[in-house]
């Protein structure tokens, strides 16, 4: 999922809302979502890592600064326009690790950390999206339509 980075060539570049000449995926779903918000029709704009949220880390106690993935305005089905910040994350990011595994090993302790801090994050970014009228969606794999 991490390994597959690099900088986005948008071929719409007047669509994206910052320096189109340094776009970057840090996974190959990043790109791919680029990729769609590049090439839809009813995307009018789009920027990935532009703008960040505050946060507080539930690790530290201390404000940090969230960068989410993508900001997208586009038209729906209905042709309504509509602003979203998107989140792209493997599903099994989305899930509470096991609470009381059999061993208690440094990756099942970094996955709860992640999972801690994700949660302050995404709590963050829909109380930023529900003052801004706009919503927040974590795309997983699924949404992504990857197998």
């Not at 790109?31 to 789009?46: A, H, P």
């Not at 950390?113 to 706009?134: L, P, S």
Request: glycine residues 4%; charged residues 30%; positive net charge.
């Amino acid at each position: 999922y991490m390994s597959h980075h690099g900088k986005y060539l948008p071929r719409h570049p007047k669509k994206y809302k910052g320096n189109p000449t340094n776009i970057v995926y840090r996974s190959s779903w990043e790109k791919k979502f680029m990729n769609w918000c590049d090439i839809t029709e009813s995307v009018s704009e789009w920027q990935s890592e532009e703008f960040f949220i505050p946060y507080r880390s539930p690790i530290d106690g201390r404000v940090h600064r969230y960068y989410p993935d993508f900001f997208v305005k586009y038209k729906d089905a209905n042709g309504k326009r509509r602003t979203m910040v998107v989140e792209v994350k493997p599903k099994k990011e989305t899930k509470m690790p096991i609470t009381n595994p059999k061993r208690r090993t440094k990756s099942w302790a970094y996955s709860v950390r992640t999972y801690a801090v994700n949660q302050a994050k995404w709590k963050a970014a829909r109380e930023y999206c529900k003052d801004h009228n706009y919503e927040f969606k974590i795309m997983t794999e699924h949404e992504l339509g990857i197998r």
